[in-house]
């Protein structure tokens, strides 16, 4: 992959993110431009939402527990809710796929690709809580635990759902250096 398709495939994930946010029906935003000439097929735009969704998991349970050390479970928890409040059309996305109640069958690599991935999601959970230091099928249990715990307790908050509304960093530092 060169640094322009890099960068282009970051640009049309963002777009598709965007449009995932404003639907928020679980379906694959196929129609996005660009999409079919940078996702070889379903299941890779897939694995790039479920990572952004994991990655950004991650560093809001860091963020988290920076400022509530002291109840690692309560900051993971808090930090499921940001994060759904942040990616709310991708959590539907993944929870469709992860499931599967909304369309056809999956095939086999998608299935199996989400079951890996939901379980590394829930062990993160379990282990950054506290409550698990194995990454066996224990933490599973666990985190799964988590999760539902998470889910019970979110109350949707209102998102930013128009790219153009979004305060980008590099704008902030721009008017904060114009100033």
Do not use: C
């Not at 449009?19 to 928020?24: E, G, T």
């Not at 809001?60 to 409040?85: C, S």
């Not at 698990?132 to 999760?147: K, P, T, Y």
């Not at 109350?155 to 153009?164: L, M």
């Amino acid at each position: 992959m060169t640094w322009k398709s890099f960068h282009s495939r970051g640009e049309i994930l963002r777009d598709v993110i965007a449009v995932a946010n404003r639907r928020r029906d679980g379906a694959l935003p196929l129609d996005v431009d660009g999409v079919a000439d940078v996702f070889d097929d379903d299941l890779t735009l897939l694995g790039d939402l479920q990572l952004r969704w994991h990655t950004r998991l991650a560093g809001r349970i860091e963020r988290e527990l920076l400022q509530q050390p002291m109840d690692l479970e309560k900051a993971v928890v808090a930090a499921w809710h940001a994060t759904a409040d942040e990616l709310p059309g991708v959590l539907a996305i993944l929870d469709r796929y992860r499931a599967d109640r909304h369309g056809a069958p999956l095939d086999q690599a998608t299935a199996d690709a989400m079951a890996t991935s939901t379980a590394k999601e829930r062990i993160l959970l379990a282990m950054m809580a506290g409550r698990v230091s194995v990454a066996d099928d224990r933490a599973v249990r666990v985190g799964a635990e988590i999760e539902r715990r998470a889910r019970a307790s979110y109350q949707p908050q209102r998102s930013v759902t128009h790219r153009g509304e979004q305060t980008r960093l590099l704008d902030r530092i721009k008017a904060a250096l114009a100033a």
